[in-house]
């Protein structure tokens, strides 16, 4: 039993760690979303809003549970450069979320999802080195992201 818990508790752990993030931006940001998001003009292939909170809810659990893998397999030493890109793409998720839908600075919310695009892709190559399902788990995250920069990048152009 005890074994199984020290498997679990990263798990648990890491995935509580980025559903909170997620949590806590969308409570930071709701006022941009209900109130400002549903006034701008969008491009052609804009999901319903529903969409956005499921997606990233599967998005942010797996994030969780491909960081628990690595660490899990690895050992935390040996896990640190892909937690410390993990940490970096979270805390630059974050940022993202606050530049779009917080400040209005669809811009520069633009160039910092372009660096985060490139911080998920370098995380995704170093857990590679790890545990290559952890990996593969980010792949949906990565093409999301690029899903995200067109919507960005139309809604900005958009609504310039």
């Known amino acids: 039993m005890k074994q199984f818990l020290i498997k679990a508790f990263p798990y648990i752990g890491f995935s509580a760690l980025a559903l909170g993030v997620g949590w806590l931006v969308g409570w930071l940001t709701r006022t941009g979303l209900e ?8 491009p052609a292939l804009t999901p319903p809003g529903i ?9 942010y659990l ?3 549970v491909s960081m628990a893998m690595v660490v ?19 805390a630059l998720n974050f940022g993202w ?9 669809r811009g520069s919310a633009l160039v910092c999802l372009a660096i985060l695009w490139l911080l998920v892709l370098d995380m995704i190559l ?11 788990l980010q792949v949906p995250y990565l093409l999301w992201l690029s899903f995200a920069a067109y919507l960005n990048a139309g809604i900005w152009l958009l609504n310039r």
């Open 35 to 42: 109130t400002v998001y549903p006034q701008l003009e969008k």
């Open 97 to 105: 979320t606050i530049l779009f839908f917080g400040l209005n600075l």
């Open 72 to 90: 899990n397999k690895a050992g935390l030493a040996a896990a640190t450069p892909s937690l410390v890109l993990w940490v970096l793409q979270l």
């Open 62 to 64: 797996l994030m969780g």
């Open 51 to 59: 969409v956005f909170p499921i997606v990233w809810g599967i998005l």
């Open 126 to 136: 170093t857990m590679a080195r790890v545990c290559s399902i952890a990996a593969l």
